[in-house]
């Protein structure tokens, strides 16, 4: 479980004050850490005891709307119905506990001057507001239930808690020391073994603090639907470029829209919910780009057979003769990957584009949207650039319209560790600065690639996607005739080899360079721990 291996390399604390400043806008108290340290600590250790290290936590968890956090929210799948699992948690550090002469349905606290609630009716709001209409999961077949956890007391110490005027219900459920084995059998009735990871996603997307990947949200939406929600300026230019294609007047009326935005501002989440509208309303519309392995993932993903579906999909290089009537909308992510001119290894020379390529996207469609982030270079000969674009827009009388996306949608929404990564690697005009924890990102300082080797292999063997990556320091060579790699990357006494090159996989099932960033293979075969070749950057766990 990712909180204990936290836990044991001594950053569950710092990562968790970092978090709780970012969200509550002050500095978490002694007291609290100490309750973090110890309650979680325990809570995890009893989930790793009862066979559901899977399951995911999620801390101090508020959704909008709620009365206050809740400690802890399980979440995972349940092992009999196979819905999502959410067990909330109150976890307090009471030893001992006596009636309140004040106040009869409260009780008396050591340490504490005031009366307190019973846990579970300190618990009951929260179980209601998640259940309830207005909760963040509504609509969701969800599987409930709440427990209070006092790992410190016995049961003889906080009898009042079990009176008769207490409540009674899913959510009301105390567990003491005395009664663990009862908490570890609630955890395997309530959750399966295996399964959180997607159903803690589904349960993040809806409390907005998740958004779903590119090409899961692309294969599970197979142009009918999608699972993202598009917000703020988002929905502005999603609108503009809807209303375009819409009110156009004539088949010679064309329109172009330039929408600029770094890594994870939600410029793919724009095309897909274009593609889904117009796909829906039986308007022509392709999502082209330039990358093979983004091509290679629908193929794979998606299957060879679903000819409609793949048919909305093109590289740049396809457009070089125009279709015929031109497409009612065509949207270019990764426009920055433009080439000069369109060239095919299927073609000969002397089909090859005889203009630029960005002209033979304009010619493509009525409407033309380009999505591109000015920062990302991958390769030399990518020539793609809002100015390119716009002027080759005004050389045909085409005034385009302008965006720029600033919101973080990936990175856990970090907006630091994003500008703090463009200031590192000179993208910015600021100084590179130390890492300062927000509690969004975790960032990790490995002293050796063993060392770095080592945390990736954790993450991995612990059900993350992990992967190595590294620059063009070194080169790239071929498979060895028995399908082996040659460990191309080496680091003083550490070698290591790059992923596959070619379209076919190596030895031991190795997939190939164009699957690699997302094929669970690559993440089975992290006790070789490959490297990616192409890519450079900072490493986060």
Same mark, same amino acid.
């Given at each position: 479980m990712d909180l204990l291996r936290l836990d044991q390399r001594r950053l569950l604390l710092s990562h968790l004050a970092a978090r709780w400043l970012s969200f509550k806008k002050r500095e978490v108290s002694d007291g609290e850490?100490?309750?973090?340290?110890?309650?979680?600590?325990?809570?995890?250790?009893?989930?790793?005891?009862?066979?559901?290290?899977?399951?995911?936590?999620? *801390?101090?968890?508020?959704?909008?709307g709620a009365d206050a956090p809740v400690d802890v929210v399980l979440v995972g799948r349940h092992p009999e119905t196979d819905r999502e699992s959410v067990l909330l948690v109150e976890l307090k550090r009471w030893s001992s506990v006596s009636h309140s002469a004040k106040r009869?349905?409260? *009780?008396?606290?050591?340490?504490?001057?005031?009366?307190?609630?019973?846990?579970?009716?300190?618990?009951?709001?929260?179980?209601d507001?998640?259940?309830?209409?207005?909760?963040?999961?509504?609509?969701?077949?969800?599987e409930y239930a709440g427990l209070s956890y006092l790992h410190n007391a016995h049961d003889s110490d906080v009898a009042p808690l079990f009176s008769a005027r207490t409540s009674t219900g899913p959510h009301a459920l105390t567990i003491t020391?005395?009664?663990?084995?009862?908490?570890?059998?609630?955890?395997?009735?309530?959750?399966?073994?295996?399964?959180?990871?997607?159903?803690?996603?589904?349960?993040?997307?809806?409390?907005?603090?998740?958004?779903?990947?590119?090409?899961?949200?692309?294969?599970?939406?197979?142009?009918?639907d999608t699972v993202f929600t598009l917000r703020g300026e988002q929905r502005r230019v999603f609108r503009d470029i809807r209303l375009a294609v819409e009110r156009l007047p004539a088949e010679e009326e064309r329109a172009v829209f330039i929408v600029e935005g770094g890594a994870?501002?939600?410029?793919?989440?724009?095309?897909?919910?274009?593609?889904?509208?117009?796909?829906?309303?039986?308007? %022509?519309?392709?999502?082209? %780009?330039?990358?093979?392995a983004f091509d290679a993932a629908m193929k794979k993903h998606v299957g060879y057979g679903d000819g409609e579906f793949q048919d909305r999909?093109?590289?740049?290089?396809?457009?070089?003769?125009?279709?015929q009537p031109p497409l009612d909308l065509l949207i270019c992510d990764e426009a920055h990957r433009l080439r000069a001119r369109s060239t095919s290894r299927y073609l000969p020379e002397e089909q090859w584009g005889k203009q630029p390529q960005v002209d033979d996207l304009l010619d493509a469609a009525r409407v033309t949207v380009f999505l591109l982030d000015g920062s990302q270079v991958v390769r030399p000969g990518e020539v793609g650039t809002a100015d390119l674009i716009r002027e080759a827009a005004e050389s045909r009388h085409l005034t385009p319209r302008m965006y720029e996306l600033h919101k973080q949608f990936?990175?856990?929404? %970090?907006?630091?560790?994003?500008?703090? $990564?463009?200031?590192?690697?000179?993208?910015?005009?600021?100084?590179?600065? %130390?890492?300062?924890?927000?509690?969004?990102?975790?960032?990790? *300082?490995?002293?050796?690639?063993?060392?770095?080797e080592r945390i990736i292999l954790e993450e991995s063997e612990a059900g993350a996607s992990a992967r190595m990556v590294a620059g063009f320091c070194w080169p790239w060579t071929p498979l060895r005739k028995d399908?082996?790699?040659?460990?191309?990357?080496?680091?003083?006494?550490?070698?290591?080899?790059?992923? $596959?090159?070619?379209?076919?996989?190596?030895?031991?099932?190795?997939?190939?360079?164009?699957?690699?960033?997302?094929?669970?293979?690559a993440s089975a075969r992290s006790a070789a721990c490959t490297a990616r070749r192409g890519w450079s950057g900072t490493g986060a766990a």
């Amino acid at each position: 479980m990712d909180l204990l291996r936290l836990d044991q390399r001594r950053l569950l604390l710092s990562h968790l004050a970092a978090r709780w400043l970012s969200f509550k806008k002050r500095e978490v108290s002694d007291g609290e850490k100490a309750a973090w340290k110890e309650s979680l600590i325990q809570l995890a250790t009893d989930l790793v005891s009862a066979g559901r290290g899977d399951v995911r936590m999620l *801390v101090e968890c508020e959704p909008e709307g709620a009365d206050a956090p809740v400690d802890v929210v399980l979440v995972g799948r349940h092992p009999e119905t196979d819905r999502e699992s959410v067990l909330l948690v109150e976890l307090k550090r009471w030893s001992s506990v006596s009636h309140s002469a004040k106040r009869p349905e409260r *009780v008396e606290v050591p340490g504490y001057a005031k009366p307190k609630p019973h846990p579970s009716d300190q618990l009951q709001a929260t179980y209601d507001f998640f259940t309830g209409d207005e909760g963040p999961l509504k609509g969701m077949q969800i599987e409930y239930a709440g427990l209070s956890y006092l790992h410190n007391a016995h049961d003889s110490d906080v009898a009042p808690l079990f009176s008769a005027r207490t409540s009674t219900g899913p959510h009301a459920l105390t567990i003491t020391a005395d009664t663990r084995a009862s908490l570890l059998d609630e955890l395997r009735e309530r959750f399966a073994e295996n399964g959180s990871a997607s159903a803690a996603e589904r349960v993040l997307q809806r409390l907005a603090i998740r958004t779903t990947p590119l090409l899961t949200a692309m294969m599970s939406s197979r142009g009918e639907d999608t699972v993202f929600t598009l917000r703020g300026e988002q929905r502005r230019v999603f609108r503009d470029i809807r209303l375009a294609v819409e009110r156009l007047p004539a088949e010679e009326e064309r329109a172009v829209f330039i929408v600029e935005g770094g890594a994870g501002s939600g410029k793919s989440a724009i095309g897909l919910e274009l593609l889904q509208h117009f796909s829906a309303a039986g308007q %022509s519309v392709k999502y082209a %780009s330039g990358s093979r392995a983004f091509d290679a993932a629908m193929k794979k993903h998606v299957g060879y057979g679903d000819g409609e579906f793949q048919d909305r999909f093109a590289f740049f290089s396809s457009f070089i003769t125009p279709p015929q009537p031109p497409l009612d909308l065509l949207i270019c992510d990764e426009a920055h990957r433009l080439r000069a001119r369109s060239t095919s290894r299927y073609l000969p020379e002397e089909q090859w584009g005889k203009q630029p390529q960005v002209d033979d996207l304009l010619d493509a469609a009525r409407v033309t949207v380009f999505l591109l982030d000015g920062s990302q270079v991958v390769r030399p000969g990518e020539v793609g650039t809002a100015d390119l674009i716009r002027e080759a827009a005004e050389s045909r009388h085409l005034t385009p319209r302008m965006y720029e996306l600033h919101k973080q949608f990936r990175c856990g929404g %970090s907006d630091r560790y994003r500008d703090w $990564v463009h200031d590192l690697l000179g993208i910015s005009d600021r100084e590179p600065d %130390s890492w300062i924890p927000d509690g969004l990102m975790h960032v990790e *300082v490995a002293d050796s690639p063993e060392e770095l080797e080592r945390i990736i292999l954790e993450e991995s063997e612990a059900g993350a996607s992990a992967r190595m990556v590294a620059g063009f320091c070194w080169p790239w060579t071929p498979l060895r005739k028995d399908g082996t790699l040659e460990p191309d990357v080496r680091v003083g006494d550490w070698h290591r080899p790059w992923n $596959v090159k070619g379209d076919k996989p190596g030895a031991n099932d190795a997939p190939p360079a164009k699957l690699w960033g997302y094929d669970a293979r690559a993440s089975a075969r992290s006790a070789a721990c490959t490297a990616r070749r192409g890519w450079s950057g900072t490493g986060a766990a």
